[in-house]
């Protein structure tokens, strides 16, 4: 299943945490101009690469759905940047 909600969470040692919910799907649907574009161009790539345009996609997509439950944290310095795929 693919990944519904990303969560990102900073926090700085003097401000309080600010947390963001981004919905993915409807983000998708806004991107999606960008979308058709960025799969034309992987079409193209595949194509002169000579890789599978079918076998790709589908990996894709397999590596997008894999992302749920994926848990990434970042420290630099005093600040924490947490970002969390469900």
Same mark, same amino acid.
Request: proline content about 7%; aromatic content about 8%; hydrophobic content about 60%.
């Given at each position: 299943?693919?990944?519904?909600?990303?969560?990102?969470?900073?926090?700085?040692?003097?401000?309080?945490?600010?947390?963001?919910?981004?919905?993915?799907?409807?983000?998708?649907?806004?991107?999606?101009?960008?979308?058709?574009?960025?799969?034309?161009?992987?079409?193209?790539?595949c194509? +002169?690469?000579?890789?599978?345009?079918?076998?790709?996609?589908?990996?894709?997509?397999? @590596? @997008?759905?894999?992302?749920?439950?994926?848990?990434?944290?970042?420290?630099?310095?005093r600040?924490t940047?947490? +970002?969390?795929?469900r």
């Amino acid at each position: 299943m693919m990944p519904q909600l990303l969560t990102v969470r900073v926090e700085q040692p003097d401000h309080r945490p600010i947390r963001i919910w981004v919905p993915v799907l409807p983000v998708a649907l806004v991107f999606s101009p960008l979308l058709i574009l960025a799969a034309l161009v992987a079409v193209v790539a595949c194509v +002169v690469y000579r890789v599978s345009v079918l076998r790709a996609f589908l990996a894709g997509w397999r @590596f @997008f759905c894999a992302l749920r439950g994926t848990l990434v944290d970042v420290h630099e310095g005093r600040s924490t940047v947490l +970002v969390n795929i469900r």
